[in-house]
T-cell receptor
Framework: GAVVSQHPSRVICKSGTSVKIECRSL??????MFWYRQFPKKSLMLMAT?????????EQGVEKDKFLINHASLTLSTLTVTSAHPEDSSFYIC??????????FGPGTRLTVL | QKEVEQNSGPLSVPEGAIASLNCTYS??????FFWYRQYSGKSPELIMS????GDKEDGRFTAQLNKASQYVSLLIRDSQPSDSATYLC????????????FGKGTHLIIQP
């Protein structure tokens, strides 16, 4: 149990384009999902908390107009990186809160912006 | 400011020995503590969670929590080469609706 999927696993795009990443909880319902970002040789940094049916809560320094989050159902949250630039290249990982306080992570999406 | 500190390593341990990983955190209000394992290029995998002071054992893994000292540790018994990875300590300040604050991780190498 507690399987989280992400799609796509890898994206290469041109600067200025938008990229949408999907995060799904496959065998459980997740009222809360989280989006993290990890730069090379750095740790995971929380970007935002995604709550089903309400607006996401963004961490300080994360632009909400650039990183659009939608949590339309109990099993799906999406992150859209709008007008991506090379500095947005990173490993984006979502997690879903299980029955307790534990968070289970998706396999991640590696974004490269040329 | 929430901070989670770990020794980045690498920590080299011979196969079959006990690996000891340590973590300290700055926010006394932290309530939940987690250890994740991350292989290179992959996402974190949950190993253990611990919420109260003392020890918690799960197979070859033992998590230890001391809230007074703001210290969390993970012991891996009978270390195997497959345990070689980066181990991330994560702290949650409030309840389940809160995101995790991660340390930078300790790179563990198990020598055959």
């Amino acid at each position: 149990g507690a399987v989280v999927s992400q799609h796509p696993s890898r994206v290469i795009c041109k600067s200025g384009t938008s990229v949408k990443i999907e995060c799904r909880s496959l065998d459980f319902q997740a009222t809360t999902m989280f989006w993290y970002r990890q730069f090379p040789k750095k740790s995971l940094m929380l970007m935002a908390t995604s709550n089903e049916g309400s607006k996401a809560t963004y961490e300080q320094g994360v632009e909400k107009d650039k990183f659009l989050i939608n949590h339309a159902s109990l099993t799906l949250s999406t992150l859209t990186v709008t007008s991506a630039h090379p500095e947005d290249s990173s490993f984006y990982i979502c997690s879903a809160r299980g029955r307790g306080n534990e968070q289970f992570f998706g396999p991640g999406t590696r974004l490269t912006v040329l | 400011q929430k901070e989670v500190e770990q020794n980045s390593g690498p920590l080299s341990v011979p196969e079959g020995a006990i690996a000891s990983l340590n973590c300290t955190y700055s926010d006394r209000g932290s309530q939940s503590f987690f250890w994740y394992r991350q292989y290179s290029g992959k996402s974190p995998e949950l190993i253990m969670s611990i919420y109260s002071n003392g020890d918690k054992e799960d197979g070859r893994f033992t998590a230890q929590l001391n809230k007074a000292s703001q210290y969390v540790s993970l012991l891996i018994r009978d270390s195997q080469p497959s345990d070689s990875a980066t181990y991330l300590c994560a702290v949650q300040i409030g309840g389940g609706a809160d995101g995790l604050t991660f340390g930078k991780g300790t790179h563990l190498i198990i020598q055959p």
